[in-house]
């Protein structure tokens, strides 16, 4: 596990590099063809990034933030569109930050729901529940498995996104956008989908 943290360092300070590249030069060049085409480096070290993870955790993590939100921000960027093409010019911290994180970048006041610690420590207590219930998965019917897992996927990424919240706010004062709208609320599947369920993905998709 050492080994694989060391990795995940190691994977992010590149990452971290890339978009000072993007930053310092990329910036530079006219937004279209030519700023694109300065960009496919970072579109594929973005990809293979996360291929030296092994760690499910880690690895789906590092995929959402760097292939999936990072390549999408950056592609916007290429045409002079999206959160990193800002007027006046982002500083470095919230070009970095920005890019590589779901976070809010037009607003005043923060109106996001703040999770109370007693439903923070709820959430953590089930996901160790789940976790420790995968070690009995023999016994347990393939359905259920599938329901657990679905539920572990909420609860993780609910729980990162919280943890990452608290330091992005007091240093950057801004807010991560909502991954969630309390799905297990939906009253039908597009309801689930399109409103409830995935929210960063629908958010950064419909531009690009």
Known sequence: MEVEIQTFIKVWFTAVAALMYCYYIATRLPGGATR??????????????????????????????????????????SFEQGPLSSTPPLSLLHFISIALLPIKTKQSVSNSKVNKPVVFALKVALLAIIVRIYAYREYIHPY????????????????????????????LGLDLEPQFNEPYLATSLQDFWGRRWNLMVTSILRPT
């Open 36 to 77: 694109l085409l300065s960009l496919l480096p970072v579109f594929y070290l973005f990809t293979v990034l996360p291929l030296h993870l092994s760690s499910l955790h880690l690895g789906a993590l590092t995929i959402f933030y760097l292939v999936w939100l990072g390549n999408f921000k950056l592609l916007l960027f």
């Open 144 to 171: 259920i498995i599938l329901a657990l897992y679905c539920c572990h996927v909420y609860l993780g990424v609910e729980l990162v996104l919280a943890i990452t919240a608290v330091p992005v706010r007091a240093i």
